[in-house]
């Protein structure tokens, strides 16, 4: 399959790109992207992004973000981060990417473990996390053409624990090759409408 | 108690306003507000109600609308809606209404059954009610002084059925005065971080 991975250069979407190359053709894309450039918070550059990369089979995001603050410090301009990026900026990745993929092809979000299990100073990501899950379990009955969308919620990873194990106190870090794994199972499996908890 | 209901000419919002005026002192909010003239869509409105109305108990939240569109009909501009109506409206509320909240007040914002349950042309306002949820169950953790957050989640209620009953094929509609009890409950119980679903 023909996988555009949004997010390639992530800690994350290093992983998936990695699991994926073996067996599918890798569009590496991002701010700082290999293959293809695109800043998700710009509608304009996820259009531009795939008048790039023409038909795909699959979309996946590793990328977005979102302020840590704590909600009697967040603003509503501070919360516009995780509103464009984590947000918008994925959701937006469906609606303009819907009729470039291939009948029976795959969305694949990314949300997180904080909607579930919240942490200090998580609230905003938390938001756009719940937006984004929502957002797919309802899309997944609608979209056309055989077209499959689901996310995949991971929890801390352990690359990542040195820089931000602290906001996630007593959280058990997972490896970023098994929330890549989720990814994969997305691609290639046949469901739809679900968020994979890699907890 | 001193309550803002937001909503308060909306069919849910009335039901809320009827339950609660035995007990509280209810000053009614709304684009068409009856006490309070307030547009949730615009942070700088929020903060004028906020600034007329002074210290409250409690703020309820039952406005705020997205656009019902398929998903291959939804573009960024519609899905527009309900971000900064069911999503943004509602969490700024919650920003800027904190420093007016008395110690141990509470805010309770609205959801609804489609993120659950979905249904066709949805998922911008699934989007928005997951994206509610979440921030909810996470800011709860962290609000000071005793504040409280939940928010409420209605299946169709009954006296919408004849307008948008269509959307909601095969669901079983719950009379508003129900769905205004979870409402009495969040400002007069003591759960927080709580999505009551009345469906």
Redesign the interface.
Known sequence: MRVIVVGASGTIGQKISEALEPNHEVLRAGRHGVDVSVDIMS?DSIADMYKMTGRVDAVINASGGANFK???D???EL?EKG?ESK??GQ??L???G?EYLNDGGSFTLTTGV??DD???????A??????????V????????RGIRINCVSPNIVQESWDRIGGLFAGFTPVPADRVARAYVKSVEGAQT?QNYEVY
């Open positions: 509608p704590a909600v009697s967040l603003t509503p919360n509103i947000l918008k959701i937006n469906v609606l303009l819907q904080m909607m919240p942490i200090p100073l998580g609230a905003s938390a938001m756009a996390n719940g937006g984004v899950k929502a957002f379990k309802s899309a997944a009955i609608e979209v056309p409408g």
